[in-house]
């Protein structure tokens, strides 16, 4: 199988700096790295692709099975990795991804040196002695609506996940890439999503992890930061002053300086 051609792989940058894979969350695709991923091509040998079922992937090799646990997502990222051949490489996953570095560095700890987790959630769901920022009603209520009508609710749901009010075109650039996803590939990837719960697997996270929330996200509440943050062992946590749930388009420099900043200390 063509990996480069089935997950649309793009490598930027300098093809003799260290590795950095751009993973993408939900109802995106690698486009909305597009303000960071030249600032960051400047060090690093910068890797972007799309999960099976969005952007310009191959949409044959979609199959709703593979897909339906983080699993599925967690494979695609190997499969770029052991494609491009990516040993110790820095894994940038944002929201949802981030959980699918988690499972896939479990998976093949050689292949990731750090791990970059961007507005990530374990669990969007409350439960007991943990907040996640969503009840099981809100969850039901919101696959019920995407189940329903799902370009209407993507220009509903679009503009809450970016957060940026002020800025009213960047919650229409997440609209129309929701928009462009197909709506049965959606409603299973936003089951995956929403109702997964990766905390069991935070404590064994054994590389250098940076946590990076933001101010102000009704996807992933500041608590959930601190949740994730606590789990993984000797992690460090930055809060953006952004607001929403893609600091990647509504605040790319800081985003940018925060990735740089953790990966030069490593260096010391």
Same mark, same amino acid.
């Given at each position: 199988?063509?990996i ?9 940058g300098?093809?003799?700096?260290p590795?950095?894979?751009l ?33 310009g992937?191959d949409?044959s ?5 593979r ?10 990222v190997?499969?770029?990795?052991r494609?491009?051949?990516l ?8 929201? +949802?991804s ?21 507005t990530?959630?374990?669990r969007y ?6 907040r ?6 809100? @969850?039901d ?13 993507s ?9 940026a009010?002020?800025?009213?075109e960047?919650g ?5 890439a ?15 999503t ?10 064994? +996270?054994?590389?250098p992890t940076? +946590? +990076? ?5 009704v ?6 930061g ?19 749930h ?6 790319p420099?800081a985003?940018?300086?925060? @990735? ?9």
């Amino acid at each position: 199988m063509d990996i480069r051609r089935r997950n649309n792989v793009s490598v930027i940058g300098r093809e003799d700096g260290p590795a950095l894979l751009l993973a993408h969350g939900f109802g995106c695709d690698q486009n909305l790295w597009r303000l960071v991923a030249p600032a960051l091509a400047e060090e690093f040998r910068v890797v972007l692709f799309d999960y099976v079922g969005a952007g310009g992937s191959d949409l044959s090799a979609w199959d709703p099975e593979r897909y339906s646990t983080l699993d599925g997502y967690a494979e695609d990222v190997l499969d770029v990795c052991r494609e491009l051949g990516l040993r110790d490489a820095v894994f940038v996953g944002h929201s +949802v991804s981030a959980m699918a570095g988690v499972v896939a560095a479990a998976r093949e700890p050689g292949r990731f040196g750090r791990l970059v987790l961007l507005t990530p959630s374990p669990r969007y769901i409350d439960d007991d002695g943990y907040r996640g920022g969503f009840s099981k009603e809100d @969850i039901d209520e919101l696959l019920e609506s995407l189940d329903a009508n799902y370009l209407g609710w993507s220009g509903v749901m679009a503009p809450v996940i970016m957060g940026a009010p002020d800025r009213p075109e960047l919650g229409e650039e997440l609209t129309n890439a929701f928009c462009r996803t197909d709506p049965d590939i959606a409603r299973v990837f936003a089951r995956t999503t929403f109702l997964s719960d990766s905390r069991d697997d935070l404590a064994g +996270v054994a590389v250098p992890t940076l +946590v +990076v929330e933001c101010a102000e996200d009704v996807i992933a509440p500041r608590e959930v930061g601190a949740y994730v943050h606590a789990a993984i062992p000797g992690s460090r946590l930055v809060t953006l002053d952004a607001t929403g749930h893609c600091p990647q388009l509504s605040a790319p420099e800081a985003t940018v300086e925060a @990735i740089r900043s953790f990966l030069r200390d490593g260096e010391r």
